[in-house]
């Protein structure tokens, strides 16, 4: 009785183990990198875990706007300006990683920086009348001695039939920023206006540093990081009610950054608009306000569609990531057979958690999305080192054994053995004219491949006599007929009218 029930049990046993599913795994980032992502908005690549390439997000980097007159992000090697209508003169400006936007920042060793000029319809490639702009750039001192010169614009116009000189300029003294502009706006009774910083500029500290002029009601203006530091009305009588008086720029001249200058410099920007506080308001970070590193929004990307098998299981999303205080990582997938058809918001998308068991996403292909979001501080950001899709896949059914071909009078008589696999359910014959091409279109049972259903034997007719025919058998999984096993060996039969 004892053997008996052994006898059962190893035969259950042997059955479960040839309908069950095999388990196997893709493994997106890691040391085989990441693939190219379907869609991403805010996401950059940097340094993760055990030195592989993560996914983290982007720094909260200038925008190439409408208003955008120049723009200068250094992420090029090969032209440091990102957009604007100027072209590079000179420029002996280095590239750092150690940066706060992005990748690269310039670097310059007190050698000369970058010179550049504005082509016509440029803000400083234009003579005449000009509304209002904003100059903006973060700064990294290495030393801040006084004198040394960050910004520089040198022209001349003529005004009353003489030639008068014209400045803007930006440098060091006393360990603030100050700015100065000479005849820069016209009719203005000062020759001369100065905005000086209160903020003492720190060395080997970023800061961001904004002028700007508003020509609505003729404020100019100086902040470090979002905070005024100084302001001026040019105006009549020096107050908002006074006449404004406007930029007249003279000679088209060059304009030079870090002229004399030791340290970093990035994100150089300029706009043909006030200045105004981005969408969100920087919070308060170490005793100091300034701009996010990292907007509160966060980053996304969407995954390729990633195919597998037909009827194939996700059971687990397990990721390698850094996810430091406050900062948070969300996980969506979703699945189908025809990708084709898929939009934006079909399939559902399903959110997950990393190492916990997912149910009821299966298909042919499978698809990720993965929303990533800083501290409150926007100061720090997750990243995301690798992520292993578990997921289980049908067994594939044998193919029969053996395979006989019978030729006929326009036709072929195919038989087979059964498949020895438990997991079959019909068998399609696959046919065709040419040796392993099984393309053929012209039988009355149908085109390749035929599904017979369950059964041993089939006649194909509507054949023509005195051409050879190739066919091949594969068997089709009882759990859906469209997961095809491999193909049989392959046979061949000549149909003839009369056969000797």
């Known amino acids: 009785m004892k053997k008996g029930i052994r006898k059962i049990v190893i035969s259950t046993l042997i059955l479960c183990s040839m309908n069950a599913a095999f388990s196997k795994d893709i493994i997106l980032g890691g040391k085989e990198g990441w693939p190219v992502f379907q869609s991403e908005q805010n996401i950059t690549k940097g340094k993760g875990r055990f030195g592989y390439e993560c996914i983290q997000l982007a720094t909260n980097s200038f925008e190439n706007d409408s208003d955008t007159d120049l723009l200068i992000d250094f992420e090029n090697p090969a032209c440091p300006i990102a957009a604007g209508n100027y072209e590079i003169v000179y420029n002996n400006l280095k590239l750092s990683n150690q940066t706060i936007m992005e990748k690269s920042a310039g670097l310059c060793r007190n050698m000369g920086g970058m010179n550049i000029m504005g082509k016509p319809g440029a803000f400083f490639g234009t003579k005449g009348v000009q509304g209002s702009f904003t100059i903006e750039f973060w700064l990294c001192p290495s030393i801040a ?5 960050v910004l520089d614009w040198e022209s001349s116009k003529t005004q009353k039939g003489q ?13 603030h920023l100050e700015w100065n502009f000479t005849n820069f706006f016209e009719g203005y009774a000062e020759e001369t206006v100065t905005l000086a910083g209160s903020t003492k500029i720190i060395p080997d500290v970023w800061a961001h540093h904004a002028v700007t002029y508003d020509c609505e009601t003729g404020i100019l203006e100086y902040l ?11 105006t009549s009588n020096g107050k908002e009610s006074g006449q404004i008086y406007l930029v007249y720029l003279g000679e088209e001249s060059e304009l030079q950054f870090c002229k004399e200058y030791t340290g970093k410099i990035d994100e150089i920007r300029i706009l043909r608009r006030p200045y105004s506080e981005p969408d969100y308001q920087s919070a308060e970070n170490a005793g100091k306000i300034g701009r996010m590193l990292y907007a509160p ?9 990633i195919v597998v098998s037909t009827g194939s299981q996700l059971t687990r999303l397990v990721a390698e ?4 205080s406050q900062t948070e990582v969300c996980y969506y997938v979703r699945s189908g057979d025809n990708y084709f058809n898929w939009s934006s918001t079909y399939p559902e998308w ?24 800083p501290d409150g501080n926007g100061s720090v950001s997750p990243s995301i080192t690798q992520i292993k899709l578990e997921f289980e896949e049908l067994p594939l059914p044998n193919p029969p054994f053996t395979v006989k071909a019978q030729a006929g009078n326009g036709s072929v008589t195919l038989s087979w053995s059964c498949s020895v696999d438990n997991t079959t359910g019909g068998y399609y014959i696959y046919y065709g004219t040419r040796p392993g091409e099984y393309l053929g279109r012209f039988a009355a049972e149908g085109n390749s491949p035929i599904n017979v259903g369950n059964t041993t034997s089939y006649k194909i007719t509507g054949l023509e006599n005195g051409k050879i025919y190739y066919f091949a058998i594969a068997s089709w999984s009882a759990l859906d007929d469209r997961i095809v096993g491999p193909l049989s060996k392959e046979v061949y039969a000549r149909p003839a009218s009369r056969l000797k």
């Not at 929004?297 to 569609?305: D, N």
């Not at 990531?321 to 430091?324: K, R, T």
Request: negative net charge; proline residues 5%.
């Open 321 to 324: 990531m850094a996810v430091p």
């Open 224 to 234: 470090v990081n979002g905070v005024t530091e100084d302001i001026i009305y040019i």
């Open 145 to 149: 001695e006084n004198g040394e010169v």
């Open 350 to 373: 399903k959110p997950v958690v990393s190492g916990e068991e997912i149910k009821d996403v299966n298909g042919m292909y499978f698809q990720i999305a993965c929303d990533l979001y």
């Open 297 to 305: 929004k966060g980053g996304r990307f969407i995954t390729k569609p």
């Open 163 to 175: 030639l008068i000189y014209q400045l803007m300029n930006c440098s060091f003294n006393k360990g």
